[in-house]
């Protein structure tokens, strides 16, 4: 083990460390780390335990071994969903987030040292990766507590890793996690604290907690976001799928969000009623129910889950922007599938997979099988909404390994019931085509939306940040909105729209909206109209209204396409909602009004704070309807 670990080039303190008598596992399968978290052959049960100064020893999680893979389940119910505030800067760079020596007083470095004395005193995973595509990604390590095999194995079904035997001569991590999950409980008050080091030589990541949303997951989307923004290119926060339609039409859409946008859900097949019928919408005042009738349903292949890559190197001539995976595995949630048979693609891929899988929050018992609609228990009848499971990209059917142009790009947003009585923001019709400059408003002002399920702050109207995926960015808000508007000016032929989920005014509709608009879209082959096919929409920030939709020869309901048309919301249910919409957009666009604002993007905004018209936007950076 030391000869490979003498292949790697690292900082003087992990030397140090690793030359500190502890024993170090480097992997060289999946499956020894999937030994490794369910504490070795001949264990059904493993608690991954810490002895924490004051506490005693403390269970942070339980690891079930199940007939398709490794059941983990946290004690703190907290730790099942990622906190959207848990990231502080250790470094002194330019950055928007709040740093470590301004919420605690002092700089990072005595906390840094006790973080490394504590690693020297257990066994430890040590695991080279490639963050983002293996060809332009950068090196990067994991250093890691050996109990905690389940958070490696995640990691490299998310990321890849390179196996011991192939670790290249001289590598040199230009990122490093480590994990210390017992300082959460003694400098953090229980907290899932992921503080992010940027130094010239490495990105130091500490993940102090064993959730691997804020580190092994968003916490490497940060890496990637803190490369992209000193070269000038994006990862976008958005799924990808290529769709083709019964007489082999294709398009491309990607589709981008805060948590619970529907990213997934974009790259999964239209859910049906055991009856085989699509529920189109549930008016949740009278009950009554549309369904859709849809034969023959557009093939589907997808390319991204959540990191969409938009690197220099993969870009063309063709005016589109090209994206590729940024990930080797996807960290699907599954809080929708309640029953079986809600989702038999998905359902078949967890239930009988080709590997073994890694499940996080779900109810099982060891040697059972673990079922994807059996979700573990918050409190007694209250399911975790935050069920995952990590699923290597080697086993989607159908996978695009290579890079694709976007002909679409839509941005989701939930939405909660709108009414006269009860106005809400909820007033986003089925879809909307935006112009490109309210497409990038959306992606600056990028609403949390209703009822969360990914995130522990879930109440109310908030902002997930620029780009969707601020949470995870560690430095200026005002740099990444100019990258996201050289997008939209630098790719005039991809195209936008808006797609709600969950409720359109009083109608109850899930992830129906984005599902019924890919398979209109990939029927007409593109999101271009004519004049008299759209209308201005009542509220200018949602672009243009579509005046019908028709699906394989059925006219979607017109109230589901203008909100105010419902006689439940009408005009006035609509404008009040509108002005919640409009007075969240201003609040939040006031943040990036910053001398290093693009000029452009001051006019946007500016456009947008004394209530433009969409001409004015359309002026701004141009359409072709």
């Known amino acids: 083990m030391s000869d490979m670990i003498g292949k790697m080039v690292l900082p003087e303190e992990l030397q140090a460390l690793l030359s500190n008598g502890v024993k170090v596992t480097i992997p060289e399968t999946r499956e020894e780390m999937l030994e490794m978290a369910m504490g070795g052959k001949d264990c059904d049960h493993f608690e991954v335990a810490y002895d924490v100064p004051g506490k005693g020893r403390v269970v942070e999680a339980t690891v079930s071994r199940c007939k398709n893979g490794a059941v983990v389940n946290y004690t703190d119910i907290y730790m099942r969903r990622r906190d959207p505030d848990c990231m502080l800067i250790a470094d002194q760079g330019d950055t928007d987030k709040p740093r470590f020596s301004d919420k605690h007083g002092s700089d990072f470095s005595s906390l840094r040292e006790m973080t490394f004395d504590w690693l020297a005193t257990t066994d430890l995973i040590v695991m080279p990766f490639i963050a983002g595509i293996k060809e332009i990604g950068s090196p990067a390590l994991l250093v890691a507590p050996d109990n905690a095999g389940f958070f490696a194995g995640g990691l490299a079904d998310l990321q890849g890793f390179i196996p011991a035997s192939q670790i290249p001569e001289g590598f040199t991590p230009k990122a490093i996690i480590y994990l210390a999950p017992t300082f959460r409980h003694t400098h953090f008050d229980g907290k899932q604290m992921v503080v992010h080091n940027r130094l010239d030589a490495v990105y130091e990541m500490f993940a102090y907690n064993l959730y691997p949303g804020p580190s092994a997951k968003k916490g490497v989307y940060g890496v990637l976001l803190n490369i992209g923004e000193k070269e000038g290119w994006v990862t976008a926060h958005g799924s990808t799928v290529m769709v083709i339609t019964p007489y082999d039409n294709i398009i491309t859409i990607m589709h981008e969000g805060a948590s619970g946008g529907g990213k997934s859900e974009m790259i999964e ?86 590997e073994p899988l890694i499940f996080i929050n779900y109810e099982t018992r060891p040697k059972s099988t673990c079922l994807i609609w059996e979700h573990i228990l918050d409190a007694p009848g209250k399911p975790c909404p935050n069920p995952r ?25 939930r939405t909660p019931p709108c009414s006269k009585e009860h106005p809400t923001y909820g007033i986003v019709g089925l879809f909307h085509i935006l112009p490109p400059a309210l497409a990038w408003l959306w992606r600056l002002v990028a609403p949390r939306g209703h009822d969360n399920p990914s995130i522990t702050d879930t109440e109310g109207m908030s902002s997930e940040g620029v780009g969707s995926y601020w949470p995870f960015a560690t430095g200026k808000m005002a740099d990444q909105a100019n990258l996201l508007l050289k997008q939209v000016v630098d790719y005039p032929n991809t195209r936008y729209i808006l797609v709600p989920n969950q409720y359109i005014g009083i109608y109850k509709v899930g992830f ?48 589901l396409l203008e909100v105010n048309r419902q006689i439940e919301v009408g005009d006035e249910g609509y404008d009040a909602g509108s002005l919640i919409l409009s007075n969240f957009f201003k609040k939040e666009l006031q943040k990036f009004l910053t001398p290093k604002l693009d000029p452009l993007g001051r006019r946007i905004i500016e456009t947008c704070l004394h209530d433009g018209t969409l001409q004015e936007y359309l002026r701004l950076i141009p359409m072709k309807i």
């Open 389 to 413: 499971v990590i699923m290597p990209r080697r086993l989607v059917p159908n996978i695009v390994n290579k890079p694709v142009e976007v002909d679409i790009r839509s941005f989701g947003v």
């Open 512 to 559: 129906m909206p984005q599902w019924i608009a890919r398979e209109y879209l990939a029927r007409r082959g593109s999101a271009k109209f004519q004049p008299h096919q759209i209308e201005p929409a009542r509220n200018q920030l949602l672009g243009f209204s579509l005046n019908s939709i028709k699906v394989d020869g059925v006219y979607i309901p017109k109230e």
């Open 269 to 354: 097949k239209i859910h049906r009623e055991q009856d085989g019928r699509i529920l189109l919408s549930l008016n949740t005042r009278t009950k009554e129910r549309m369904y859709l009738d849809l034969i023959e349903p557009c093939e589907l292949k997808p390319v991204t889950d959540d990191m969409a890559l938009c690197h220099p190197a993969l870009q063309n001539s063709s005016g589109k922007i090209v994206v590729s995976d940024a990930e080797d595995g996807w960290f699907l949630r599954t809080n929708h599938i309640t029953r079986y048979g809600t989702d038999p693609y998905l359902e078949e891929l967890c239930v009988h997979p080709r």
